[in-house]
């Protein structure tokens, strides 16, 4: 069975400050990786996603995210963060299927 | 590009009583999925159509909840009868192909948030 865990539920974070999202995984086989936004009372909307090559994956709004096979994570961070992206954060894993499997969430606040 | 609509986009019932959800994907997109989502947590996949074909209902609460899309296209959830553990926001996401190696994600509707009193 695919599982996913984002360690923290809550991160604030002061404008223009970095910030790292973390997200680990367990599978038994290869999995394409995500992170996806969701505004409040929107649905969620991908910011990016890791399938094959590089390990260090570029998304919208200036985030990025590294795959590291040995430690099963696959970390968001962003250098400097903006009012507007506080919002709740989500990694996913895919199987080679087709299944998604959804962390619980990280709610990201961004203090002025 | 339309996005993936979904209607209502909110529903208030007492628990015992039907609903049902409504789903139009982005024009072509092949595969649909619904997801519940609890307050707190992720989307949990319920269901998953490939065309008019389910690939993948083993989360789905079958003694309540059904699910189809006669045409390949659009897709109704239905709940009956409602509980109170039901209360949640139902999204309806849609991609272009069923393989997550394609350049094709999921692309979300707003989600209907459901309470059940």
């Known amino acids: 069975a695919q599982s996913v865990t984002q360690l923290d539920s809550q991160v604030p974070v002061f404008e223009e400050a970095p910030v790292e999202l973390r997200c680990n995984y367990s599978?038994?086989?290869?999995?394409?990786l995500f992170w996806y936004v969701q505004y409040p009372n929107q649905g969620l909307q991908l910011l990016l996603k890791?399938?094959?090559?590089?390990?260090l994956v570029k998304g919208i709004n200036g985030f990025e995210a590294e795959f590291n096979k040995s430690q099963t994570s696959f970390h968001l961070r962003k250098p400097s963060v903006h009012i507007s992206d506080t919002a709740e954060y989500f990694c996913a894993v895919s199987l080679t299927g087709n299944q998604f499997y959804f962390g619980t969430g990280t709610s990201l606040t961004v203090i002025p | 590009e339309a996005g993936v609509a979904q209607s209502p986009r909110y529903k208030i019932i007492e628990k015992r009583q039907s609903v049902a959800f409504w789903c139009n994907p982005i024009s072509g997109h092949a595969t649909l999925y619904w997801y519940q989502q609890i307050l707190g947590q992720g989307p949990k996949l319920l269901i998953q159509f490939q065309n008019n074909g389910v690939v993948d209902d083993s989360q789905l609460p079958k003694d309540r909840f059904s699910a189809e899309r006669l045409k390949g296209v659009d897709s109704t959830l239905k709940i009956q009868p409602a509980k109170l553990e039901d209360s949640a926001v139902y999204l309806c996401?849609?991609?272009?192909?069923?393989?997550?190696?394609?350049?094709?994600?999921?692309?979300f509707g707003n989600g209907t948030r459901l309470t059940v009193t």
């Open positions: 599978s038994s086989v290869s999995v394409y």
């Open positions: 890791y399938l094959s090559g590089s390990t």
């Open positions: 996401a849609s991609s272009l192909t069923s393989v997550a190696r394609d350049n094709s994600p999921l692309h």
